[in-house]
């Protein structure tokens, strides 16, 4: 299998604290990748890393087999093209409607027509189970399952290689965090694309993805296929899902 994302021997340190500690992981193409931990393990850190806003103490991250952190600016923008980013609370513009948050990279870089851009962006929102109905709303009038929604379709706008979700399923409902569960998995077989998660959300983990990293404090404690994870002899991985997974774990990661 061809890696996307090579991480190897990354540190962070900012300030006088160590947020990230020889952190070793490959994501393979096609694969749906979750990093779990709690809060204030680094999670998002790497993902910062990955896309170039944080430069390692020393280590590398190679995307798409480059080293980010040698990259120029330029080099940079050329990665980031083809990496799709869902931030936490979907961070869509307010002033902005749901077209207008949907294209936005289009309209920043492109001489598009309104026909034309509302005509993507209802294609990008029917890729998440959203409709022409939507478009002209304003992000006030969405519930938070819309906006997460919403968020992904700007995401996948640009077609990238990589989606990076950053805890997709906080704030919602188990019942919409189930639906998006599902639209994540989906993705990646309409798309091919590939997908970094980053959760604290182990129901969601234990249920989308190929492979589990567990990280606790900047630290990679085990990386494995649901399988692998639920069978952990490290003492920290069976306590950590244990409690997160209750009797999910007895029904089977599906």
Same mark, same amino acid.
């Given at each position: 299998? @061809?890696?996307?994302? !090579?991480? +190897?021997?990354?540190?962070?340190?900012?300030?006088? $604290?160590?947020?990230?500690?020889?952190?070793?992981?490959? &994501?393979?193409?096609?694969?749906?990748?979750?990093? %779990?931990?709690?809060?204030? *393990?680094?999670?998002?850190?790497?993902?910062?890393?990955?896309?170039?806003?944080?430069?390692?103490? *020393? /280590?590398?991250?190679?995307?798409?087999?480059?080293?980010?952190?040698?990259l120029s600016q330029m080099e940079l923008d050329e990665v980031r093209k083809n990496i799709?980013?869902?931030?936490?609370?979907?961070?869509?513009?307010?002033?902005? $409607?749901?077209?207008?948050?949907?294209?936005?990279?289009?309209?920043?870089?492109?001489?598009?027509? +309104?026909? !034309?851009? @509302? *005509?993507?962006?209802?294609?990008?929102?029917?890729?998440?189970?959203?409709? #022409? +109905?939507?478009?002209? %709303?304003?992000?006030?009038?969405?519930? /938070?399952?819309?906006?997460?929604?919403?968020?992904? =379709?700007?995401?996948? =706008?640009?077609?990238?290689?990589?989606?990076?979700?950053?805890?997709?399923?906080? /704030? %919602?409902d188990p019942i919409t965090s189930r639906l998006i569960d599902e639209l994540i998995v989906? %993705?990646?077989?309409?798309? /091919?694309?590939?997908?970094?998660?980053?959760?604290?959300?182990?129901?969601?983990?234990?249920?989308?993805?190929?492979?589990?990293?567990?990280?606790? #404090?900047? #630290? &990679?404690?085990?990386?494995?296929?649901? +399988? !692998?994870?639920?069978? *952990?002899?490290?003492?920290?991985?069976? #306590?950590?899902?244990?409690?997160?997974?209750g009797d999910f774990q007895k029904t089977g990661a599906g």
């Amino acid at each position: 299998m @061809r890696s996307l994302v !090579e991480v +190897e021997g990354l540190n962070l340190r900012i300030g006088e $604290r160590w947020i990230l500690k020889n952190v070793n992981f490959k &994501v393979y193409e096609g694969e749906i990748f979750t990093i %779990l931990g709690g809060s204030g *393990s680094g999670k998002t850190t790497i993902t910062k890393c990955i896309v170039g806003l944080y430069k390692p103490t *020393s /280590g590398k991250v190679r995307v798409f087999g480059k080293d980010v952190s040698a990259l120029s600016q330029m080099e940079l923008d050329e990665v980031r093209k083809n990496i799709g980013y869902l931030f936490q609370g979907a961070a869509l513009f307010d002033s902005l $409607r749901v077209w207008e948050n949907v294209v936005f990279y289009h309209l920043e870089h492109y001489r598009m027509g +309104e026909s !034309e851009l @509302r *005509s993507l962006a209802s294609r990008y929102l029917n890729l998440v189970g959203l409709s #022409e +109905e939507e478009l002209d %709303l304003y992000p006030s009038e969405l519930s /938070g399952g819309m906006k997460k929604r919403v968020g992904i =379709a700007r995401a996948i =706008a640009t077609e990238p290689r990589l989606l990076i979700y950053d805890e997709p399923t906080s /704030g %919602l409902d188990p019942i919409t965090s189930r639906l998006i569960d599902e639209l994540i998995v989906s %993705l990646r077989e309409k798309t /091919g694309s590939t997908a970094i998660v980053v959760s604290h959300d182990l129901v969601s983990a234990f249920s989308i993805s190929d492979r589990i990293l567990m990280l606790r #404090e900047g #630290e &990679v404690l085990q990386i494995g296929t649901r +399988e !692998e994870m639920l069978n *952990s002899s490290l003492p920290f991985v069976k #306590e950590f899902i244990k409690k997160g997974l209750g009797d999910f774990q007895k029904t089977g990661a599906g």
